[in-house]
């Protein structure tokens, strides 16, 4: 191995289910619009685009059962459920059919975001990475294997036990085989790439002190205290 001229950062990763090793992430792709109602709560329609995507910074993940500070630069913090995808294989131009194997597990996330500095990057047509890829921005429950088996049935969001989202995962308009496909087309995917799905309608605030918890059926919620 090389030498460095400073130590090497940190590994990101995630946790997996039941067991102490963890899973080594290197990039982390997030899907927009996915869900319909979403697509129109936000102003948009859903029929209308193809899949589209930004990143998050790989260090910007955050365990479950974290607490995390309130970010700066925002009055209005905003959490979106996801369901969260890890690849163990990779692959350029996949086909929808084979995209599935590609998957090594399934995992709950929460796609933290500056909704005010978002809206004032729409508007003004610049980029989303400090809306998006701030510090703490990405929440990824423990991975299931997805050798357990797909995740079906239902995704919700809770801020302070209220339910704030609540959908069904074969509600997204693009699944899971066709965000991978779409994305292959794009860049070569790796193993360790996550992908964040995109959230169902009913995206909201969390404010200081709160506790915020994704739940996906059949999954290990992915839960915070923004402090
Ligand atoms: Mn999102």
Not at 20 to 44: L, T
Not at 119 to 124: D, E, I, N, Q, R
Not at 142 to 169: W, Y
Not at 202 to 216: D, K, T
Request: glycine residues 8%; proline residues 8%.
């Amino acid at each position: 191995m090389s030498d460095f001229v400073l130590p090497a950062p940190a590994q990101p990763s995630v946790a997996v289910q039941g067991q102490s090793a963890r899973f080594a992430v290197r990039r982390i792709f997030c899907v927009g619009r996915n869900y319909a109602e979403h697509a129109r709560e936000m102003g948009h329609d859903p029929e209308a685009e193809p899949p589209f995507f930004f990143t998050k910074p790989a260090d910007a993940l955050v365990d479950s059962a974290s607490r995390i500070p309130y970010p700066f630069g925002t009055a209005d913090f905003h959490h979106e459920a996801e369901l969260v995808v890890a690849l163990g294989a990779g692959g350029s131009f996949v086909a929808t059919e084979a995209a599935e194997a590609l998957i090594w597990g399934y995992a709950c996330g929460n796609d933290l975001t500056r909704r005010d500095m978002q809206a004032v990057a729409k508007a003004a047509r610049r980029p989303w990475d400090m809306s998006k890829g701030f510090d703490r921005s990405a929440v990824v429950g423990p991975l299931r294997p997805a050798s357990f088996g797909v995740p079906k049935g239902r995704i919700r969001c809770l801020v302070e036990g209220r339910v704030t989202q609540e959908a069904d995962l074969s509600e997204m308009i693009w699944p899971v085989a066709a965000v991978i496909s779409y994305l292959s087309r794009l860049v070569e995917l790796h193993p360790g790439d996550l992908i964040f799905t995109g959230t169902p309608a009913g995206v909201g605030p969390i404010l200081r002190g709160q506790r915020c918890e994704v739940q996906i059926d059949g999954l290990e919620p992915a839960v915070i205290e923004v402090i």
